[in-house]
């Protein structure tokens, strides 16, 4: 069975590698991974697939950086070629990037059966970009793997085949628990001169969050009284840095004597950087999940989350860009006030092996027709 698995973006390769792993015990699994450039710089890719011993890609789009028409158009035309050069059995897209509507559209005018995981998550916000990737993808996927339960009732009410449907857990969790361990031996501390539990981690890269300057002057301005209380480590995104230079916001920022912004880093550095951390404050869906597992408090920066179930069974706490419930929420972990949580079902390490013995009974069913 050929499988064609896609990667565009940075949370793509940590969901991506588990699955890879797991293929690779199967002699009749023939895995080929192609990677579009959607991130492309070092930090954004080449770190991570060295830090999750991700092979090389097989096939680099190289798509680079543009407007959401103009990536989606470049990585369908790509992808068209790849797929009529290989006639994959199957291709597998991962979350909800430009890379994985772009890719599963391809596919699916070339009839090419469509494995899309971490299906069904919602945030019901339509301004978000993700959210329609979600919503496309899902609808033209043939097998949907799941993370949660709330996940399976979004699909059945969309209208989507329960047969369809298969709830395995999350595999960005497996690639935590495997890494965990190596993440410990990280010097990233010593270089930065921190000490465990005395910092906050901060992650900031949404559109709406930082291409909005009032309201990233807002979420500014709630660091500045954080920061006073506890240093707030920032491993900027390109992104995010761009929008610092344009709104003309450096000589503020370096007022805060407390506040560090240092380059982007690999997973294995992040991983510690947030193990360590007194808490997090995020606008990233994946960090929400990361923080959950690792019982460290998590303050989202945004309206909305698609991931309810680290608000309900995790450390998740939503606060929007409101600097007056940033700044409470932060200030009562500074105190020692903090939200516990549990692990959510299948959030076990072992959501690779499930998807991948879906897969081949699915290869299996396909043989005797």
């Given at each position: 069975?050929?499988?064609?698995?896609?990667?565009?973006?940075?949370?793509?390769?940590?969901?991506?590698?588990?699955?890879?792993?797991?293929?690779?015990?199967?002699?009749?699994?023939?895995?080929?991974?192609?990677?579009?450039?959607?991130?492309?710089?070092?930090?954004?890719?080449?770190?991570?697939?060295?830090?999750?011993?991700?092979?090389?890609?097989?096939?680099?789009?190289?798509?680079?950086?543009?407007?959401?028409?103009?990536?989606?158009?470049?990585?369908?035309?790509?992808?068209?070629?790849?797929?009529?050069?290989?006639?994959?059995?199957?291709?597998?897209?991962?979350?909800?990037v430009n890379?994985?509507?772009?890719?599963?559209?391809?596919?699916?005018?070339?009839?090419?059966?469509?494995?899309?995981?971490?299906?069904?998550?919602?945030?019901?916000?339509?301004?978000?970009?993700?959210?329609?990737?979600?919503?496309?993808?899902?609808?033209?996927?043939?097998?949907?793997?799941?993370?949660?339960?709330?996940?399976?009732?979004?699909?059945?009410?969309?209208?989507?085949?329960?047969?369809?449907?298969?709830?395995?857990?999350?595999?960005?969790?497996?690639?935590?628990?495997?890494?965990?361990?190596?993440?410990?031996?990280?010097?990233?501390?010593?270089?930065?001169?921190?000490?465990?539990?005395?910092?906050?981690?901060?992650?900031?890269?949404r559109p709406?969050?930082?291409?909005?300057?009032?309201?990233?002057?807002?979420?500014?301005?709630?660091?500045?009284?954080?920061?006073?209380?506890?240093?707030?480590?920032?491993?900027?995104?390109?992104?995010?840095?761009?929008?610092?230079?344009?709104?003309?916001?450096?000589n503020r920022?370096?007022?805060?004597?407390?506040?560090?912004?240092?380059?982007?880093?690999?997973?294995?550095?992040?991983?510690?950087?947030?193990?360590?951390?007194?808490?997090?404050?995020?606008?990233?869906?994946?960090?929400?999940?990361?923080?959950?597992?690792?019982?460290?408090?998590?303050?989202?920066?945004?309206?909305?989350?698609?991931?309810?179930?680290?608000?309900?069974?995790?450390?998740?706490?939503?606060?929007?860009?409101?600097?007056?419930?940033?700044?409470?929420?932060?200030?009562?972990?500074?105190?020692?006030?903090?939200?516990?949580?549990?692990?959510?079902?299948?959030?076990?390490?072992?959501?690779?092996?499930?998807?991948?013995?879906?897969?081949?009974?699915?290869?299996?069913?396909?043989?005797?027709?």
């Amino acid at each position: 069975m050929k499988i064609i698995n896609v990667v565009g973006a940075r949370p793509n390769f940590m969901k991506i590698a588990p699955i890879i792993d797991e293929m690779r015990q199967h002699s009749n699994l023939n895995s080929i991974l192609v990677h579009t450039g959607q991130h492309y710089n070092k930090e954004m890719s080449k770190l991570f697939f060295d830090d999750l011993k991700l092979p090389s890609p097989d096939v680099y789009l190289g798509v680079g950086s543009a407007s959401h028409a103009e990536q989606t158009a470049k990585i369908m035309v790509e992808f068209e070629q790849v797929l009529l050069k290989e006639k994959p059995d199957l291709i597998i897209v991962v979350g909800d990037v430009n890379s994985t509507i772009a890719c599963a559209l391809t596919a699916v005018k070339l009839f090419i059966p469509i494995a899309h995981i971490e299906a069904g998550l919602r945030s019901f916000d339509r301004t978000m970009p993700e959210e329609i990737n979600r919503i496309l993808t899902d609808a033209i996927s043939d097998y949907l793997f799941t993370t949660c339960h709330d996940a399976n009732d979004n699909l059945l009410k969309e209208g989507i085949s329960k047969k369809k449907i298969h709830f395995v857990g999350n595999v960005m969790i497996d690639a935590l628990l495997k890494h965990i361990d190596k993440a410990s031996q990280s010097n990233i501390l010593d270089k930065l001169d921190l000490i465990p539990k005395s910092y906050a981690a901060l992650t900031l890269h949404r559109p709406s969050n930082v291409d909005d300057k009032k309201v990233f002057v807002e979420i500014l301005t709630a660091i500045e009284e954080i920061q006073k209380k506890i240093k707030v480590i920032f491993p900027i995104h390109p992104r995010t840095k761009k929008k610092i230079a344009e709104f003309k916001l450096e000589n503020r920022i370096k007022k805060m004597k407390n506040f560090k912004i240092i380059e982007a880093m690999g997973y294995l550095d992040f991983l510690k950087l947030m193990s360590d951390s007194k808490f997090v404050l995020t606008d990233s869906g994946g960090v929400q999940e990361e923080t959950t597992i690792l019982k460290i408090p998590c303050i989202t920066l945004r309206e909305t989350t698609e991931r309810p179930i680290t608000v309900t069974e995790g450390t998740n706490i939503i606060v929007g860009s409101n600097k007056e419930k940033i700044i409470k929420e932060s200030l009562k972990i500074v105190k020692g006030i903090e939200k516990k949580g549990k692990i959510p079902k299948f959030w076990d390490g072992g959501a690779a092996e499930r998807i991948v013995k879906i897969i081949l009974s699915i290869s299996k069913s396909r043989k005797k027709k």
